[in-house]
């Protein structure tokens, strides 16, 4: 498939061109994908909150509609998932956390150790807690 230059230049030319246009479009579609379920909630709130609020006896309420029903599965769906990359993002952010006070912890002893004991002590081996670092 790629033996000739012609070929890879093809190849290279629809990699270029035509997996940007997918990322965009993959975008794209969320967005409004979101941006749907969002309008759809905000609608159903507002329906409740105006119902609600009413001086007058509310009537019995209706049950939703199947749209309205598979609406809310949706969001949920979706705010169930970005709960979850959170989480995933928050747990990533407290490991690199600790990856980095543990590498500034390090360079605060080189550091000490360098003052101390001259141009030679960056060449001598940090030990800490049992373990050469």
Same mark, same amino acid.
């Given at each position: 498939?790629?033996?000739?230059?012609? %070929?890879?230049?093809?190849?290279?030319?629809?990699?270029?061109?035509?997996?940007?246009?997918?990322? !965009?479009?993959?975008?794209?579609?969320? +967005?409004?994908?979101?941006?749907?379920?969002? &309008?759809?909630? %905000?609608?159903?709130?507002?329906?409740?909150?105006?119902?609600?609020?009413?001086?007058?006896?509310?009537?019995?309420?209706?049950?939703?509609?199947?749209?309205?029903?598979?609406?809310?599965?949706? &969001?949920?769906?979706?705010?169930?998932?970005?709960?979850?990359?959170?989480?995933?993002? &928050?747990?990533?952010?407290?490991?690199?956390? !600790?990856?980095?006070? +543990?590498?500034?912890? @390090?360079?605060?002893?080189? @550091?000490?150790?360098?003052?101390?004991?001259?141009?030679? !002590?960056? !060449?001598?081996? +940090?030990?800490? &807690?049992?373990?050469?670092?």
């Amino acid at each position: 498939m790629l033996e000739t230059v012609r %070929s890879r230049r093809r190849f290279g030319a629809a990699v270029v061109l035509l997996l940007p246009i997918c990322v !965009a479009g993959g975008y794209y579609l969320r +967005v409004q994908r979101d941006q749907e379920l969002i &309008e759809t909630a %905000s609608h159903l709130v507002n329906n409740n909150n105006s119902s609600s609020s009413s001086a007058a006896p509310s009537p019995a309420r209706t049950p939703l509609t199947s749209a309205q029903h598979l609406a809310l599965l949706r &969001e949920s769906a979706a705010v169930q998932e970005r709960l979850e990359m959170l989480d995933r993002k &928050e747990i990533q952010l407290e490991k690199d956390i !600790a990856e980095l006070q +543990v590498k500034l912890d @390090r360079a605060r002893d080189k @550091r000490r150790q360098a003052a101390e004991g001259g141009p030679g !002590a960056t !060449a001598q081996r +940090v030990v800490t &807690e049992g373990k050469a670092v």
